[in-house]
Each structure stands twice: as C-alpha cells, then as structure tokens.
Nanobody, 123 residues
C-alpha cells in the first residue's frame, strides 16, 4: 500500500504561482507512475499531468502545457506540481495518484490516491 498526502494548496490571485507537493509513505514512490488530477465543483475528476517512476517521461493536459511542471524527488519520496500563471479556471481540488502501471489518464487507471488539496484562483 502507498499512502499519499498532498499539500501546498491555497487561495491566490490570477497570475500567481503555487507548488503542490505529494509525499508518499508505505512504499518507495520510484516504482510508481504518479499523476495529478483535479476536480472542480460539480465536475468530473480529470487528468492534469503525470510522471513516470524514473522521471524520464512526463505528460500534460493541453491546458497545463507551458504553465505547469511536474517533477519528482525519489530521495524524498515526493512528486511536485509547479503551477504558474494560474487562472480562475484552475480552481479545483487537486489530487495526487499513483499506480504501478504507466500511461493511464483516467482515475480508474490509478490505485492509490491522496485526500486532495484545494486550489482557489480569484480574478
């Protein structure tokens, strides 16, 4: 079992930056592809970005490309999401997810989840 804990959310203004952290316990995270999803009020949980266990591959949803950067520090058993130039449309609960399989973009593709951290962007 992998336990995931997110942190770093908050309330910011349009154009600001935030860095989300996802720290794992229970297992070494380097074996897992780790992703960030987000869920806005009344909407489905959607893929934002992911990174392979070795950090060699990353992928992003189109709306995140050029603004968000996913990275990992396997020595710290952690994955990060640097978010720049935030927009009100980025307002959501952000979830960290991990799985031994690679390449998934749907919530059903990930077995382990954190509790989420709220990001609110005001205009």
């Amino acid at each position: 079992q992998v336990q995931l804990v997110e942190s770093g959310g908050g309330s910011v203004q349009r154009g600001d930056s935030l860095t989300l952290s996802c720290v794992a316990s229970g297992r070494t995270l380097r074996r897992y592809t780790t992703a960030w999803f987000r869920q806005a009020p009344g909407k489905d949980r959607v893929f934002v970005a992911d990174i392979s266990g070795d950090g060699e591959r990353t992928s992003y949803v189109d709306s995140a490309k050029g603004r968000f950067t996913i990275s990992r520090d396997n020595a710290k058993n952690a994955v990060f999401l640097q978010m720049n130039n935030l927009e009100p449309e980025d307002t959501a609960v952000y979830y960290c997810a991990a799985d031994l399989r690679d390449g998934g973009i749907w919530p059903r593709d990930f077995d382990f989840w954190g509790q989420g951290t709220q990001v609110t962007v005001s205009s």
